[in-house]
């Protein structure tokens, strides 16, 4: 199981009211299920708005199931941004 860090933007650190935490999983589906026990409620409904960097390479459109989560990594949880 690999160990880093999630960080979250904007909507998304609001609704955990934290900045940060850390991970424990080996894919960003386990770490999101971990995420959302953790903070049920709001931060689950901004989840399903988010775009994520997983080590500072985009997830897209591929299965969270099928990302694969670094020792040592970092996850960026992004909220759509609004302004110009």
């Keep these: 199981m690999a160990?880093?860090?999630?960080?979250?933007?904007?909507?998304?650190k609001a609704a955990a009211g934290v900045a940060e935490e850390p991970y424990?999983?080996?894919t960003l589906a386990e770490a999101l299920d971990a995420v959302r026990q953790k903070h049920p409620g709001e931060l689950?409904?901004?989840?399903?708005?988010?775009?994520f960097l997983v080590d500072g390479a985009a997830v897209g459109t591929r299965g969270h199931e099928t990302?694969?989560?670094?020792?040592?990594?970092t996850v960026e949880v992004l909220p759509p941004f609004a302004g110009g």
């Design 24 to 26: 424990a999983a080996e």
């Design 3 to 12: 160990a880093g860090t999630i960080r979250y933007w904007a909507a998304a």
């Design 67 to 73: 990302v694969r989560l670094a020792e040592g990594g």
């Design 44 to 51: 689950a409904q901004v989840l399903q708005r988010c775009s």
